[in-house]
């Protein structure tokens, strides 16, 4: 951690005593830190160069406006005068509370507790002041559509990547859908099961004004399982890909006791599934498409839960 940060946690912060934990990972140039300090344990982020000021307002806003509704996520540590983030050369950095807890394993009550968990957050009321998230469809499947056009020579790789061109040029349009707050990656190890007993939301830089069926539509992710999944994770199974269906209805069931979907949105489900799929479809390293996720893609092709 830059030790100039120390006089600043000092002034602005009222931190004397600092040790810091660990170094989390990160992507891009963003640092975060696990700090002890006599205020407890916080996560310092310190942001990547040049971020809009306005992207930061919102990055670390969006835990202060969801904590008024005693949502389950970390708590922001404000400065001196009530203020959220401070500047830092050409970067910014903002503090809030580390949550305490273990990421949760995976099972029937623990999705459907997901479930419950989303559509709390969907239901919280937004207004103009929330950032508009582009974690949208247009937004998206362009970016999508460019690694596509990038694909390998090879007749694998040209098939899965003509089968999805076809699928983004049939993307029907979200627009008349409901907007609310959207977390944009609800996967498991943004998960934690808090010492309160509470399941908890964390990392929630992308977050914003969206359209939930996006966040629901993670259930792909959630009720699909590749070997390293099961391992990290501590399932059992022997599959190339698992694919819990048992698992997949209790999500929808946790999320339509709290926030039944619409008409509408029921009908753009299989989109929504396929759209999260897609987003994770591109192997940056290797320039090439992630055969396994093409797959679980297509096992959930057309899905149609069961609506209770």
Request: proline share 7%.
């Amino acid at each position: 951690m830059d030790m100039r940060l120390l006089p600043l946690l000092r002034a602005q912060y009222g931190i004397e005593s600092v040790q810091v934990l660990r170094k989390f990972d990160t992507n891009g140039q963003r640092e975060a830190y696990l700090l002890q300090t006599e205020q407890g344990r916080l996560v310092l982020k310190v942001t990547d160069p040049d971020r809009p000021e306005e992207v930061v307002r919102s990055d670390i806003g969006i835990l202060d406006y969801v904590a008024r509704f005693d949502f389950p996520a970390p708590r922001p540590v404000f400065a001196r005068e009530k203020r959220l983030y401070l500047p830092f050369e050409n970067r910014f950095f903002y503090l809030y509370r580390f949550v305490e807890g273990k990421t949760p394993v995976p099972s029937a009550g623990m999705l459907c507790a997901c479930g419950a968990l989303l559509a709390a957050l969907h239901a919280i009321p937004v207004d103009n002041a929330a950032r508009k998230s582009l974690y949208r469809p247009p937004y998206l499947l362009d970016e999508v559509k460019g690694w596509l056009l990038d694909a390998p020579d090879n007749a694998e790789q040209q098939h899965m990547a003509q089968d999805m061109l076809a699928m983004i040029a049939e993307f029907p349009s979200f627009e008349g859908l409901p907007e609310g707050l959207i977390h944009t990656d609800p996967y498991f190890v943004n998960l934690l099961d808090g010492v309160d007993g509470r399941l908890y939301l964390i990392d929630w830089e992308d977050a914003g004004i969206s359209y939930p069926l996006i966040d629901a539509g993670y259930i792909g992710h959630l009720s699909t399982f590749l070997p390293h999944d099961r391992a990290n994770l501590g399932l059992a199974g022997d599959e190339a890909i698992t694919w819990r269906p048992d698992w997949a209805q209790a999500f929808l069931d946790g999320y339509q006791a709290v926030r039944p979907l619409t008409k509408l949105e029921q009908e753009l489900f299989p989109w929504a599934v396929r759209l999260n799929f897609l987003i994770y479809i591109w192997e940056w390293n290797e320039r090439r498409i992630i055969s396994e996720n093409y797959q679980r893609m297509k096992i959930l092709e057309g899905l149609r839960p069961i609506w209770r």
